[in-house]
């Protein structure tokens, strides 16, 4: 399978969800991105602003704004870069909502919540094709703690990805959380805290739904 027949795949899926659920759906969804939001204790965070068939997080956005630095993508050529959240916002190209422009070059955030159209079996991001995503990330001064947001479940065991592909820390779906496999990761920071990854993995139960995997 090609990554090109994947994300049609996925697409399709996407398409076919019933709008009736959608408002369940997406309150699933940012119920466990506060939770894990909180568990990471991250100061500066990139979300997106939702459109289509994107889960819509504006709750959570509204929410981390009281005490956390919020940035949203900013289109800029064939990539992108972030800028602070602020009103208002204006519609752009492919009906993306932006805030206004920031001269300022910011080039560190602790977490980057991202939507993906699928993800394969290294965890790595299905997009829409344009590289957006994947021309931004090596922007970053480091790489932060990675949460790919879903609709709905859609994942193949599969390396259909190339290496450039931005890859995810944890996805998080209406339907559960997985984490991607980590070997010999370190089981406190400097300053003695548990990795972010561990304070993650505590927030789920491990049922049939919530599978994290580190």
Same mark, same amino acid.
Request: glycine share 6%; net charge positive; hydrophobic share 35%.
């Given at each position: ?13 996407l /398409? ?7 408002? =369940?759906?997406?309150?699933? %969804?940012?119920?466990? &991105?506060?939770? !894990?939001?909180?568990?990471l ?8 602003w939702?459109?289509?068939f994107e889960?819509d997080?504006r ?10 630095k ?7 050529g ?12 204006e519609?752009?190209?492919?009906g993306?909502?932006?805030p206004?422009?920031?001269?300022? /070059?910011?080039?560190?955030?602790d977490?980057?919540? =991202?939507?993906?159209?699928? %993800?394969?079996?290294? &965890?790595?991001? !299905? ?11 090596p922007?970053l001064?480091?790489k ?8 709905c ?12 592909d ?15 496999r980590k ?5 406190t920071?400097r ?17 049939k739904?919530y599978?994290?995997?580190?």
């Amino acid at each position: 399978m090609s990554k090109s027949d994947f994300r049609a795949h996925c697409l399709n899926r996407l /398409k076919s969800l019933s709008p009736s659920t959608k408002k =369940v759906r997406d309150a699933t %969804v940012n119920k466990q &991105l506060q939770q !894990v939001i909180k568990a990471l204790d991250g100061k500066r965070i990139l979300l997106y602003w939702p459109i289509g068939f994107e889960a819509d997080i504006r709750k959570t956005i509204q929410s981390l704004r009281r005490d956390k630095k919020v940035f949203l993508p900013f289109m800029d050529g064939v990539s992108f870069k972030m800028v602070p959240f602020r009103h208002p916002l204006e519609c752009k190209a492919f009906g993306i909502y932006e805030p206004r422009n920031s001269y300022r /070059k910011y080039n560190l955030i602790d977490v980057a919540i =991202v939507p993906v159209v699928g %993800v394969d079996g290294s &965890l790595r991001r !299905v997009g829409f094709g344009k590289g957006m995503y994947d021309r931004f990330f090596p922007t970053l001064k480091t790489k932060p703690f990675t949460i790919f947001i879903q609709s709905c479940a859609c994942q193949t065991t599969q390396n259909v990805c190339d290496d450039y592909d931005v890859q995810g820390d944890l996805l998080i779906t209406p339907y559960g959380a997985q984490g991607m496999r980590k070997t010999n990761v370190k089981r406190t920071t400097r300053r003695g805290r548990s990795c972010p990854h561990q304070r993650v993995s505590r927030i789920f139960n491990f049922k049939k739904d919530y599978r994290l995997t580190f």
